[in-house]
């Protein structure tokens, strides 16, 4: 099991539409919307690392709507 974060800035007044298309991606298990440096946060979740990364190079990052991203891959220890 692969889990990451990816902190998503979105262009101004975008927020709402990234996150409603966020929630159609299969892979992505929840999200919120942030008040600071980010304007929302996704929790991305597959089977392995390989399709984990493909879902957000892929299809969160091209999304239209944001901005910028910054991804955050959990490890097991």
């Given at each position: 099991m692969a889990i990451g974060f990816v902190l998503i800035t979105t262009k101004p007044g975008q927020e709402k539409v990234v996150r409603e298309n966020l929630e159609k991606i299969d892979f992505v298990?929840?999200?919120?919307i942030l008040f600071g440096e980010y304007d929302l946060i996704a929790r991305v979740q597959a089977d392995d690392e390989f399709l984990l990364t493909r879902c957000i190079v892929e299809e969160i990052r091209p999304m239209d709507g944001i901005a910028d991203t910054k991804t955050l891959i959990g490890a097991e220890l």
């Open positions: 298990t929840s999200g919120w």
